[in-house]
């Protein structure tokens, strides 16, 4: 346990001399009688004011001679004066306006009228006369006179009650529950999970069943003297099963599952992200044995001291709090801590060290057979047809994600439904993978010149791919319809997955990314815009390959080193760390390997041009064709495989008008004013 839990505990026990605590029925006390002050205050208004008390004679009198206007008063029956006693109050014209006549006051000075209140017995004809101007109001019962009475002392003291005494019970937790963990609990009765709902990392889970093991038998390790990792960090790029993988754990092990991300710590309140870790760890000590689990941890668990994220104090008071709590407790009390994380670089090395977590456990994206799994896993709950082959399913997923793959078999299932289908088609999986992959097609208006720019361009890329490619990744698919954030698109498909990339590969790619603008220069003696995207990525993969794997004549060299792991996804921040001489050769080599890559391009479309003619008609006819049409075109000169076109519902055809991105009627296919595309939009690809 913490020190600072050791402290509290001695302030806690009265019996060794030590303060005792501060018992809430002492304030309770002092809250009664302020507010019985209060009630008193309240319940007499007329207290400390002017009110002129008069008798009951004197009342009547000031009845007869008007100085009280009708309804400027109210009589109210009070059975201590006798059966014909009455209390009354109201205003009265002040009886001082006299003195101002006489000049021995301004007017300014005596108020008009005045309150006054007479209490007493009235006569049968004084009655009767103090009726007809005064209101009588109802008798009321002593029940109803003690509940008046003590209403306003009630609210009072049952508002301080909410205020205080039940902030105390939470003393120590922040300002009203703003010190409470956020942390759901998950029971086993409840979204139970286990490992067989966990595919795709077996490795993993090997590394965790320990964790299972402990959790139902932890005599087995106690025996011989082990300690299981208080801490294990889960670390892998966003949707490859970090969260439901400590979700297995729990059900596997069928003990309670706290789950809270790591920005529900910090808040804007300081002191308050650190009560919520001592909160959460009160829980899971209650709980034991259990699991805690705190999703993207980087938020709270920051490197110290390097100012990222504005220098929050309030993020590194938390943060300690969690290294002391982690230190605090024994790894026999049956409280293991899981956390994820897809950014392990930024996080503070005292709370990698052994101790707090003691294990890294790497979660990669899944690997064939692991994607294989993955989709029988998801694919239970999906109507598929017979004909689906989920292996070629996972053979045609590289680089996809467990959750990717779970999005690609529920597009599917909305795609034939979309369709009227009963079940998933093997085709309808195809353009759930593409729509993924490269966007949805966009059937945007397009006049036959840019139709005859996009063709060409993306004719360009798929006949030096398929001169090129040696079978590793050959094109998929060809198409002149816009996808995602460009007007046409060229497709490949890997045919396994991509661990290393040889430098005759990434010359090759080099040179099929430059094939679009080198078709545009030889076709229409022009270029366009529609190339950016080509020239950024040409540039990244040639400066890739100079400043980081050493494939040029600058030598084995790292001219920029990484601050950020590759597999995170983003960009890696660079440090510059070599000379203004070196970043000139750099320049230069990199825009000559850019370059010879173009006039190879060039080459290879001037001595194929028969080939991409044909191509680049095949697409405005067709609007899209597949890879093997593209190699029957190369070799034979023209498509022997027919095409297989798909309708297109009438309720997407129906969207789409609405949007003002498809004509009514289908695409013309001779080249005329018909075809599809048009208003401005990034540049093809």
Not at 95 to 118: C, M, T, Y
Not at 266 to 294: H, L, S, T, Y
Request: glycine share 10%; aromatic share 6%.
């Amino acid at each position: 346990m913490s020190s600072e839990n050791n402290k509290s505990n001695k302030n806690d026990s009265g019996s060794n001399g030590s303060p005792q605590r501060f018992q809430p029925k002492v304030l309770l006390v002092y809250l009664v009688i302020v507010a019985a002050i209060l009630t008193i205050w309240f319940a007499n208004p007329g207290a400390g004011s002017n009110v002129k008390q008069l008798t009951i004679s004197e009342l009547v009198e000031a009845v007869k001679d008007g100085q009280i206007a009708e309804d400027d008063g109210v009589m109210e029956p009070e059975p201590s004066y006798g059966r014909d006693g009455y209390i009354i109050s109201g205003e009265m014209t002040n009886p001082g306006l006299s003195d101002v006549v006489d000049g021995l006051a301004s007017a300014s000075e005596v108020p008009a009228k005045i309150r006054f209140s007479a209490r007493g017995r009235l006569t049968e004809d004084d009655f009767l006369l103090v009726r007809e101007v005064l209101t009588e109001k109802r008798a009321t019962t002593g029940f109803q006179d003690v509940i008046i009475s003590f209403l306003p002392f009630l609210l009072i003291v049952g508002l301080l009650y909410f205020l205080f005494v039940r902030q105390l019970k939470s003393a120590g937790k922040g300002a009203m529950s703003f010190g409470k963990s956020k942390a759901k609990m998950l029971t086993r009765e409840k979204d139970s999970t286990t490992f067989k709902d966990v595919a795709g990392c077996d490795e993993a889970k090997e590394e965790v069943s320990e964790v299972v093991d402990f959790l139902k038998d932890p005599k087995k390790f106690q025996r011989i003297g082990g300690k299981i990792p208080k801490g294990v960090l889960m670390v892998g790029p966003p949707g490859t099963g970090k969260t439901l993988l400590a979700k297995a754990v729990a059900g596997e092990a069928e003990v309670p599952f706290f789950s809270i991300s790591g920005s529900d710590f910090v808040e804007m309140f300081v002191g308050v992200g650190a009560a919520r870790v001592r909160d959460m760890f009160e829980q899971g000590r209650k709980n034991a044995p259990c699991i805690v689990f705190i999703d993207e941890i980087d938020a709270v668990g920051r490197q110290r001291g390097s100012g990222v994220g504005g220098g929050n104090d309030e993020r590194e008071q938390t943060l300690n709090s969690l290294l002391v709590e982690m230190d605090g407790f024994d790894g026999h009390e049956g409280v293991i801590i899981i956390a994820a994380t897809n950014r392990p670089d930024v996080l503070d090395n005292a709370l990698l060290r052994p101790g707090r977590f003691d294990r890294q456990v790497t979660i990669d994206l899944p690997d064939l057979n692991g994607r294989h799994e993955i989709l029988l896993v998801h694919a239970k709950k999906i109507a598929l047809a017979e004909e689906v082959n989920l292996e070629h399913v996972a053979r045609n997923t590289p680089g996809f994600s467990g959750a990717d793959l779970a999005n690609l078999l529920n597009e599917g299932a909305l795609i034939a439904a979309r369709y009227n289908k009963k079940a998933v088609e093997m085709n309808d999986m195809d353009e759930a993978r593409d729509k993924i992959s490269f966007g949805r097609e966009r059937r945007k208006l397009m006049d036959d010149e840019d139709r005859k720019i996009i063709a060409f361009h993306e004719a360009g890329h798929a006949l030096i791919k398929g001169v090129l490619d040696d079978g590793h990744m050959p094109v998929h698919k060809v198409t002149i319809i816009p996808r995602g954030q460009s007007l046409g698109s060229t497709m490949f498909m890997p045919k396994k997955d991509t661990l290393n990339h040889s430098k005759r590969r990434l010359i090759d790619d080099i040179c099929c990314t430059l094939g679009g603008r080198a078709a545009e220069e030889i076709v229409l003696g022009d270029i366009t815009s529609g190339a950016s995207g080509d020239i950024q990525m040409a540039s990244r993969t040639a400066r890739h390959m100079v400043c980081d794997w050493g494939m040029s004549e600058l030598g084995m060299v790292a001219l920029g080193q990484s601050q950020s792991g590759g597999y995170l996804g983003h960009g890696a921040v660079t440090a510059k760390n070599y000379s203004e001489e070196t970043a000139q050769k750099i320049d230069v080599i990199i825009r000559d390997m850019i370059q010879v890559q173009y006039n190879r391009a060039l080459e290879i479309l001037n001595d194929k041009r028969n080939a991409l003619d044909v191509i680049a008609e095949s697409l405005l006819e067709h609007e899209t064709i597949d890879g093997k049409h593209v190699l029957e075109i190369i070799e034979h000169g023209e498509m022997r495989s027919p095409i297989v076109k798909r309708e297109i519902p009438v309720e997407e055809l129906e969207e789409d008008e609405e949007e003002g991105e498809v004509p009514k009627k289908p695409a013309k296919k001779d080249g005329d004013n018909g075809g599809l595309a048009g208003e401005e939009a990034p540049a093809p690809a």
